[in-house]
C-alpha cells in the first residue's frame, strides 16, 4: 500500500513534517554546539547539524546541494575538525571561555538577528524561490556532470595528488626529526 501525500486523519504534508524535524534537529543540535563543554560532542553535534541542513536541502529540491553537504562539510571538515580535536591534549573547554564573558551583547545580537530574520522569512514568497532554487541546481548539476565533467575529473585527481603529497612531505618531516 503506498503511502499518500499527506498524513492520514491530520491533513498534514509530510514534506512539512520532515521540515520541521529537520529544522528541530538542525537548531538543537546547533544549540549542543556551542553550549556542551566536551569539545568531541561538540564536534559530533556539529556532524548532525551538517547531516540536518543536508536533509532539509533534499526537501527543497536540491540534491546536487545536499550532497556537496555531505561530502564537504560531514566528510571533510567535521572529520578534519574531530581528528584534530582528537591530537590535542585536552580536549575539556576551560572553566570560563572568552565567549561566556560577552553574553549580553551576544543575547543582543541574536534578538535582532531572530528580528530580521521573521520580516524576511515572512516577507519572502517561498513558492516561487522553491522553483527557481531547483531550476538553478538542476542546471549545475547538468552542467557539471555533462559538458564540465573531465575538468571536474582531472580537478579532483589534482587535489587528491596534493593531500598525498602533503601527507607525505608530513611523514618525511616527521621521520627526519627524530634521532
Request: charged share 15%.
Amino acid at each position: 500500500m503506498p503511502i499518500g501525500s499527506t498524513i492520514p486523519f491530520l491533513d498534514i504534508k509530510w514534506d512539512d513534517v520532515l521540515f520541521v524535524v529537520f529544522a528541530l534537529t538542525l537548531l538543537v543540535s546547533g544549540l549542543l554546539v556551542v553550549t556542551m563543554r566536551d569539545i568531541i560532542r561538540c564536534g559530533l553535534a556539529m556532524i548532525v547539524c551538517f547531516g540536518a541542513l543536508a536533509g532539509i536541502y533534499v526537501i527543497v529540491g536540491a540534491p546536487l546541494v545536499a550532497g556537496a553537504q555531505v561530502l564537504v562539510y560531514i566528510g571533510a571538515i567535521s572529520v578534519l575538525v574531530l581528528f584534530a580535536i582528537m591530537l590535542t591534549e585536552n580536549k575539556s573547554a576551560p572553566a570560563r571561555l572568552v565567549f561566556q564573558t560577552q553574553a549580553i551583547p551576544a543575547a543582543i545580537a541574536s534578538v535582532v538577528l531572530g528580528i530580521v530574520i521573521v520580516l524576511t522569512v515572512s516577507a519572502t514568497d517561498w513558492g516561487a524561490v522553491a522553483v527557481r532554487v531547483r531550476n538553478a541546481t538542476d542546471g549545475v548539476a547538468k552542467a557539471l556532470f555533462g559538458q564540465y565533467v573531465l575538468p571536474f575529473e582531472i580537478v579532483s585527481v589534482l587535489l587528491l595528488a596534493a593531500v598525498i603529497g602533503g601527507i607525505f612531505l608530513a611523514k618525511r618531516e616527521d621521520r627526519e626529526e627524530r634521532p
